[in-house]
């Protein structure tokens, strides 16, 4: 099921960036249909070192949409029969 898809690399300074702000806010602008209003709201009130924790989720949405153009991130999917 799984294709190779190479090597894929990042630099540290990414991370940083992404961490500071200039990474998710330009990833946010330049990739709309991947993430909303509530992404970068999440990005703005957790700004700093918790914003880390979602580096690779972002990074992974961007590799993964520039590669076969698939949405991967699907926050509040419901479930039929859940109340989330």
């Known amino acids: 099921m799984f294709s190779d898809v190479g090597v894929f690399e990042y630099h540290l300074s990414q991370r940083e960036r ?10 946010a602008e330049a990739y709309p ?3 909303d209003a509530n992404d970068v709201g999440i990005a703005r009130h957790q700004s700093g070192a918790p914003m ?13 949409y520039e590669s076969f153009r698939y949405l991967s991130l699907l926050q509040g999917l419901r479930v039929q029969g859940s109340r989330a």
Request: no cysteine.
């Open 33 to 35: 249909r991947i993430f």
């Open 52 to 64: 880390n924790l979602h580096f690779f989720e972002w990074l992974a949405a961007v590799f993964i």
């Open 18 to 27: 992404f961490r500071t702000g200039k990474l998710w806010e330009h990833w």
